[in-house]
């Protein structure tokens, strides 16, 4: 968040959330770590084996708290007492996680098996809720078999005082490893095991008594794949990087970012939001509704509206602007959108940085590989544009751009001289305007 002190001065303060989620510690300085997050809804579709058997039997119960598996011990001595094993086929690598939670002397978490019975290999990370034996706190395993009969061997970490327990598998080829969380976002890693599988296994949630006669209920809730990104919490001096006086400070709050459909949680129905916000009356002064009609829009880089040129250029004026304006970077171009392209310098624009690029320009009508545009979008490293606030690369920007660039066969086509007004011409609130006689009566010229 920006702060503004009683003198007026202006910085940044940056809050972490604790692993318990309740409350919030500042962070004084940048710091990055590695964080998961998920990359599906949870996965359904499960079938329920009983590894003493083999056999599916039935669909786990499945209700709006995740899968329940009820776990029930044979009266024999461990590790030898079967699972019950919720799962499906997956073919090739994979990432994911559960949060497991038990009143049952229990061990219960993500599985993976070459085959269904008791003696197959596989690979498991597991959550052990024996307090009887361990008071002290929770058991976190990770076990397998490297082939079929084979000994079980197993890796264990002790965790004290968390509310809940997450267990992550991970597949890369023959190796695997898993990780255990508190909150399902930071991991500390558990073990690294080699066991040779087919790229075909059973995965899933498995479950298993820890005590000779005993049973019990557990649950699994957020079963799904994942990945990994490393998250960045700036700093003070960070946030004043592009949130800078030159910009206003506060971004995103201005007029060609409101001009837009909204739907309104009230009503039910869409509307433009300075015509809603018009009409409330926060505008220190009223806008007419012709006036409406002349400002500009900026458009989705994704959205099915906008030409090619629109869309790069609103993607510019959103992430770049509030640097690469006058005064501010040490760059040969403008990323304002209310700038005309013409005047922008993007066009065959000098650059500071080549990366070893004969020819490099900003940008190279119809060659994206010589245009710093788009190399510094696709970048990920220290040469990455934006500089902060992202570590992966924007697939959609990027492929935006380059189609751009290349359909830039002249220059002189594109190079108009004048900003571009959004697209209005079929716009819904710009027909009804004209219906009722009170907007233009067409379109910006192009």
């Given at each position: 968040?920006?702060?503004?002190?009683?003198?007026?001065?202006?910085?940044?303060?940056?809050?972490?959330?604790?692993?318990?989620?309740?409350?919030?510690?500042?962070?004084?300085?940048?710091?990055s770590?590695?964080?998961?997050?998920?990359?599906?809804?949870?996965?359904?579709?499960?079938?329920?084996?009983?590894?003493?058997?083999?056999?599916?039997?039935?669909?786990?119960?499945?209700?709006?708290?995740?899968?329940?598996?009820?776990?029930?011990?044979?009266?024999?001595?461990l590790?030898?007492?079967?699972?019950?094993?919720?799962?499906?086929?997956?073919?090739?690598?994979?990432?994911?996680?559960?949060?497991?939670?038990?009143?049952?002397?229990?061990?219960?978490?993500i599985?993976?098996?070459?085959?269904?019975?008791?003696?197959?290999?596989?690979?498991?990370?597991?959550v052990?809720?024996?307090?009887?034996?361990?008071?002290?706190?929770?058991?976190?395993?990770?076990?397998?078999?490297?082939?079929?009969?084979?000994?079980v061997?197993?890796?264990?970490?002790?965790?004290?005082?968390?509310?809940?327990?997450?267990?992550?598998?991970?597949?890369?080829?023959?190796?695997?490893?898993?990780?255990?969380?508190?909150d399902?976002?930071?991991?500390?890693?558990?073990?690294?095991?080699?066991?040779?599988?087919?790229?075909?296994?059973?995965?899933?949630?498995?479950?298993?008594?820890?005590?000779?006669?005993?049973?019990?209920?557990?649950?699994?809730?957020?079963?799904a794949?994942?990945?990994?990104?490393?998250?960045?919490?700036?700093?003070?001096?960070?946030?004043?990087?592009?949130?800078?006086?030159?910009?206003?400070?506060?971004?995103?709050?201005?007029?060609?970012?409101?001009n837009?459909?909204?739907?309104?949680?009230?009503?039910?129905m869409?509307?433009n939001?300075?015509?809603t916000?018009?009409?409330?009356?926060?505008?220190?002064?009223?806008?007419?509704?012709?006036?409406?009609?002349?400002?500009?829009r900026?458009?989705?880089?994704?959205?099915?509206?906008?030409?090619?040129?629109?869309?790069?250029?609103?993607?510019?004026?959103?992430?770049?602007?509030?640097?690469?304006?006058?005064?501010?970077?040490?760059a040969?171009?403008d990323?304002?959108?209310?700038?005309?392209?013409?005047?922008?310098?993007?066009?065959?624009?000098?650059?500071?940085?080549?990366?070893?690029?004969?020819?490099?320009?900003?940008?190279?009508?119809?060659?994206?590989g010589?245009?710093?545009?788009?190399?510094?979008?696709?970048?990920?490293?220290?040469?990455?544009?934006?500089?902060?606030?992202?570590?992966?690369?924007?697939?959609?920007?990027?492929?935006?751009?380059?189609?751009?660039?290349?359909?830039?066969r002249?220059?002189?086509t594109?190079?108009t001289?004048?900003?571009?007004?959004?697209?209005?011409?079929?716009?819904?609130?710009?027909?009804?305007?004209?219906?009722?006689?009170?907007?233009?009566?067409?379109g910006?010229?192009?």
């Amino acid at each position: 968040m920006l702060v503004r002190d009683s003198a007026g001065a202006v910085y940044g303060v940056t809050y972490r959330w604790r692993p318990d989620q309740q409350d919030a510690d500042r962070v004084d300085g940048a710091a990055s770590e590695p964080l998961t997050v998920s990359t599906s809804a949870p996965l359904s579709g499960f079938r329920l084996v009983d590894t003493r058997s083999g056999t599916p039997s039935e669909f786990p119960a499945l209700g709006v708290d995740g899968y329940t598996l009820i776990v029930r011990s044979t009266g024999a001595e461990l590790p030898t007492h079967p699972f019950q094993f919720a799962c499906q086929e997956h073919v090739g690598d994979f990432d994911v996680r559960v949060q497991v939670e038990s009143t049952a002397p229990a061990r219960a978490g993500i599985m993976a098996r070459q085959e269904l019975d008791n003696a197959a290999s596989y690979v498991a990370a597991l959550v052990s809720f024996d307090t009887s034996n361990r008071p002290d706190g929770i058991k976190i395993v990770m076990e397998g078999r490297a082939g079929k009969g084979d000994t079980v061997i197993e890796n264990t970490q002790v965790m004290q005082g968390v509310p809940s327990h997450w267990v992550r598998l991970k597949r890369q080829g023959n190796l695997f490893s898993s990780y255990c969380s508190a909150d399902g976002t930071r991991w500390s890693a558990l073990g690294v095991k080699m066991v040779p599988m087919s790229p075909c296994v059973h995965l899933g949630m498995a479950a298993a008594s820890e005590l000779p006669g005993g049973s019990g209920m557990v649950r699994l809730r957020h079963f799904a794949h994942q990945r990994e990104q490393r998250w960045f919490y700036p700093g003070p001096s960070d946030c004043l990087s592009c949130h800078n006086s030159q910009s206003g400070f506060v971004l995103g709050v201005n007029a060609r970012q409101l001009n837009r459909e909204r739907m309104s949680p009230v009503t039910g129905m869409a509307s433009n939001q300075l015509r809603t916000w018009n009409r409330l009356g926060l505008f220190a002064e009223p806008l007419a509704q012709e006036q409406l009609f002349k400002l500009e829009r900026l458009v989705p880089v994704t959205g099915p509206r906008g030409s090619l040129e629109n869309r790069v250029r609103s993607y510019l004026d959103v992430n770049c602007s509030h640097c690469h304006r006058p005064g501010v970077a040490e760059a040969f171009f403008d990323a304002r959108f209310e700038t005309p392209l013409g005047r922008q310098g993007i066009m065959d624009g000098p650059v500071k940085t080549n990366l070893g690029i004969d020819g490099a320009r900003v940008v190279v009508p119809g060659e994206p590989g010589k245009s710093m545009l788009y190399q510094r979008i696709a970048r990920c490293d220290a040469f990455k544009m934006p500089p902060s606030g992202r570590d992966l690369q924007d697939e959609a920007a990027l492929r935006c751009v380059g189609e751009w660039i290349t359909s830039l066969r002249d220059a002189n086509t594109s190079c108009t001289g004048r900003s571009t007004v959004g697209d209005f011409g079929n716009h819904p609130a710009e027909r009804e305007a004209r219906r009722l006689g009170t907007g233009p009566q067409q379109g910006p010229p192009r």
